[in-house]
Nanobody, 125 residues
């Protein structure tokens, strides 16, 4: 029902910035919350950030609070993750996800029904 495609990943120096994008298919993008998750090699997938359908609220993992900003442009069906002050520990595959039902957003990956393919972010020390 929903296809998500991440882009914007790559290699960056520690302290630098990247902006990830997630393009969503369909006409109902504004109806559901979106989230970003990441998974480093050998580690479990972890929550990064989430945003309500309208963009009215956001919440973040403690590890990225103050450095990352989640946003969305509903007119463009696009979710963003602005990542500043990147650290080596931010190296991971980053995934966007859609919480369609109930659509309230969550820190738990199980709440999200649709996932993108992931985009690699590598931060050099």
């Amino acid at each position: 029902q929903v296809q998500l495609v991440e882009s914007g990943g790559g290699a960056v120096q520690a302290g630098g910035s990247l902006r990830l994008s997630c393009a969503a298919s369909g006409r109902t993008f504004s109806r559901y919350a979106m989230g970003w998750f990441r998974q480093a090699p050998g580690k479990e997938r972890e929550f990064v950030a989430a945003i309500s359908g309208s963009g009215g609220w956001t919440f973040y993992a403690d590890s990225v609070k103050g450095r990352f900003t989640i946003s969305r442009d509903n007119a463009k069906n696009t979710l963003y993750l602005q990542m500043n002050s990147l650290k080596s520990e931010d190296t991971a595959v980053y995934y966007c996800a859609a919480d369609v039902s109930p659509g309230f957003g969550s820190r738990m990956s199980g709440a999200y029904e649709y996932w993108g393919q992931g985009t690699q972010v590598t931060v050099s020390s």
